[in-house]
């Protein structure tokens, strides 16, 4: 060893130790080095053999049926939210336009029927489809579920997600995929293994620099325990955890050939995550504003109860509790009169029937329970009734998206009072021609304000806003987002026909 050299020089000793302890290591690392090519090769050998499997039968579904196949990935498609509107619009729209291809769509929604699913669209949205879709149901939707993942929630419904992708591309490999509900991560799945042209409408991104902002000035939120924003360490670890889940979330998303967002505040998230503006556009979602349309527009001075209404499915971001709480505090100070409070949305799975229950404790404690009426996944017909004879639509999400339920406030004729951020602030609730279309708040003083304010005004010149309103929002419009959505579907649609 090289300890025994004796009469060499003390560098003449070092080098000679050096040089054995290299060759030791080589001995010991070179079949670690081989062991590491070797496993690498047969994972690319079976990522390439699943891959011939996978796109092998589609060449033989593809044969068989004699026509090429669109499918949606949307896990919750029989829920009752602005989501699940732009899928069926979408599915019509391509359905009108391109008769020989056939559409599937995923879904986890296993205690119903494809029909009841689209019977559920009908009653709910009055969209009716020119034929038949193939549904393909998912048993493992739970790997997404936001209440399986406690902690790390974002990190473990994207994992989950392309578990779940996993899952639908084994059942059936499409010619062209289409992420409708914003499971980003499924994307370079069916790209890469299932060899599919791939496209996805984002409603919301899974993460965006709002959210770094909020963790890293520690302000709580829904999505940032009081814990969390009150420790040093907690907030930046959270801030290194949001950055990497970001720089990954970016990864996948760019896999896409075809990016459509659903607002000009999607937007600028998405490009600053996605960087693909080339193949990135705003799509605006569908809102049925002609529904609308035949409610009459007319002085409401004789009312003699003025009725809230707010629209939107009872998730935690919609912060219905400010609603609540606002609510509250318009009664206390005594200035509006009769008032009446009506919470219609949408319950996607027990998680959002308890906080259903929850809210109506929190309306229990304040003494409001008798002035507030929960209207749970109502049909079309009782949704255009209630805003027919509201006077206000109340909207409290923070960095809305976009925001349906406004719209369709909006198109009815209600004076409509959203947060002031995100899609409300930058698309929708903006003058019309120099007017006024509506009001902006963001918290429960500012909310209060606002009715007392819109109560306030005389009955014409609530009427003036509410057709301001109605008028701004045909650009919202079913028809619109069929012509935006075609041009933007065009390019990737023209391959399949090819």
Avoid at 177 to 193: E, K, N, Q, V
Avoid at 301 to 323: A, M, N, T, W, Y
Wanted: aromatic share 10%.
């Amino acid at each position: 060893m090289c300890c025994s050299f004796g009469k060499m020089s003390g560098h003449d000793q070092l080098v000679l130790c050096l040089c054995e302890l290299t060759r030791l290591l080589w001995k010991l690392l070179l079949p670690l080095v081989v062991l590491v090519l070797l496993l690498v090769a047969v994972a690319v050998l079976l990522v390439l053999a699943v891959r011939f499997w996978l796109q092998s039968n589609r060449s033989a579904r593809r044969a068989r049926d004699g026509r090429p196949t669109v499918a949606f990935f949307h896990p919750y498609c029989n829920a009752g939210g602005g989501g699940e509107r732009v899928l069926w619009c979408a599915i019509r729209a391509l359905q009108s336009r391109y008769v020989d291809i056939n559409f599937v769509v995923y879904t986890g929604d296993l205690g119903v029927t494809g029909q009841q699913i689209l019977d559920g669209a009908r009653r709910r949205f009055n969209i009716v489809l020119p034929r038949p879709v193939q549904f393909v149901f998912l048993r493992h939707r739970l790997l997404v579920e936001p209440s399986l993942f406690p902690h790390f929630t974002l990190l473990g419904q994207s994992v989950g997600s392309i578990f779940l992708g996993w899952e639908a591309l084994m059942e059936f490999v499409p010619d062209l995929y289409i992420d409708s509900m914003g499971f980003a991560f499924t994307l370079p799945l069916f790209r890469y293994l299932g060899g599919c042209s791939v496209g996805s409408y984002v409603h919301y991104p899974t993460i965006s620099t709002d959210m770094l902002s909020v963790v890293r000035e520690r302000n709580p939120r829904f999505n940032n325990a009081d814990y969390v924003s009150n420790s040093l360490f907690l907030s930046a670890f959270k801030v290194v955890y949001y950055c990497l889940l970001a720089l990954l979330y970016g990864m996948a998303g760019s896999c896409s050939d075809l990016v459509m967002v659903n607002s000009s505040w999607t937007l600028d998230h998405i490009l600053s995550l996605w960087r693909a503006p080339n193949r990135t556009s705003v799509v605006y979602p569908p809102c049925d504003v002609s529904a609308f349309l035949d409610i009459p527009l007319e002085e409401d001075g004789d009312k003699k109860c003025h009725s809230i209404v707010s629209i939107g499915q009872f998730r935690p971001e919609k912060d219905h509790r400010l609603q609540i709480r606002a609510f509250k505090k318009v009664l206390d100070r005594g200035r509006a009169g009769p008032l009446k409070l009506v919470l219609i949305g949408g319950c996607r799975n027990q998680e959002d029937e308890d906080r259903v229950l929850m809210l109506r404790g929190l309306c229990q404690e304040l003494g409001v329970a008798d002035r507030v009426e929960f209207k749970l996944n109502v049909p079309f017909e009782e949704l255009k009734r209630e805003l027919g004879d509201a006077t206000i639509g109340l909207h409290t999400m923070w960095n809305e998206h976009f925001g349906i339920g406004i719209v369709e406030c909006m198109a009815a004729g209600n004076i409509i009072l959203a947060h002031k951020s995100g899609g409300p602030k930058m698309d929708i609730v903006v003058p019309f021609e120099g007017a006024q279309t509506g009001f902006l708040a963001d918290d429960e003083d500012s909310y209060a304000e606002a009715v007392e304010r819109i109560l306030a005004l005389s009955p014409a010149a609530r009427l003036l806003i509410r057709s301001n309103a109605r008028q701004s929002v045909a650009r919202f419009s079913d028809q619109e987002f069929e012509a935006c959505f075609l041009a933007a579907m065009e390019p990737l649609m023209g391959t399949l026909e090819r």
